[in-house]
């Protein structure tokens, strides 16, 4: 983010940033370095990482729904495995916590292997994380997957409801994405020729393949589009954020 922050506005240096460090770091770290609004263009929305809520295949859970059922009866049982604490999973969590008034407690861990392990021996009740970490397992009924989060089903899972279908409004933004950003006073006509070719390569065939095939979603749209995204996103997290107290280690 400071490499390019301090990069000459010429087109020559170009982020390519999950949300998370434009969204969530500047509610969770006391400080930081850059300003999101101040020092950076939006350019181009290149992909969406769908993530998931799952379960054990061998849990007695059949949806979402009854998750929540079981977690209502099972308080002190109701953890969720996740990669880090301070992400949009973390905030979803909470946030599923609070709309629904279920205890529910987020386990991190280093990693989606790790995360998967434990949830099939059964040492936490649930997961949440990207969907490519969890897919194989799903297809192959070691794990279930619940709901998925956005606002539409996806193509690889056509028959597994979003969390909203299930009640639950925290998952709505809960997929992360990428996008392309430039210094603060990149010339309009130079973003211009950006946001054109990253869309172009981001919508070819041969991108869309290799980017689906990763567990990505390729999106392509102008910067204007992901600029309201994120702040659409800030709007959504910034009141779960608050409410949980959480700061990140500056």
Same mark, same amino acid.
């Given at each position: 983010?400071?490499? #390019? ?15 998370? &460090? ?52 099972? &308080? ?47 040492? #936490? ?34 028959? #597994? ?26 010339? &309009? ?27 990505? #979603? ?16 800030? *709007? ?10 959480? *700061?990140?280690?500056?």
């Amino acid at each position: 983010m400071d490499h #390019v922050r301090t990069a000459a506005p010429n087109g020559r240096t170009v982020l390519i940033s999950s949300n998370a &460090p434009l969204v969530i770091f500047p509610m969770t770290y006391r400080s930081l370095t850059y300003d999101i609004d101040r020092d950076f263009i939006p350019v181009a929305h290149l992909a969406e990482v769908p993530t998931v809520f799952s379960a054990a295949a061998d849990q007695p859970h059949r949806s979402l729904r009854d998750y929540i059922a079981w977690a209502r009866e099972n &308080p002190t049982r109701a953890t969720v495995g996740l990669t880090s604490l301070g992400g949009a999973l973390h905030f979803a969590v909470l946030g599923m916590a609070r709309e629904l008034d279920i205890p529910l407690t987020p386990v991190p861990y280093k990693g989606g292997a790790a995360i998967v392990t434990d949830l099939i021996g059964g040492h #936490v009740s649930s997961s949440t994380d990207a969907l490519a970490s969890q897919l194989e397992l799903h297809r192959s009924g070691r794990v279930r997957i619940l709901a998925v989060s956005g606002t539409n089903r996806i193509a690889a899972l056509p028959d #597994v409801p979003t969390a909203r279908e299930a009640g639950v409004n925290a998952f709505v933004h809960a997929n992360a994405a990428y996008g392309a950003y430039v210094p603060a006073g990149t010339p &309009p006509d130079v973003v211009q020729k950006l946001e054109s070719a990253l869309m172009a390569a981001v919508r070819s065939p041969q991108v869309k393949e290799a980017v689906n095939r990763a567990g990505l #979603v390729a999106t392509g749209m102008p910067g204007k589009d992901l600029g309201r995204m994120l702040e659409e996103e800030r *709007r959504f997290w910034r009141p779960i954020v608050q409410a949980s107290g959480f *700061r990140n280690e500056d």
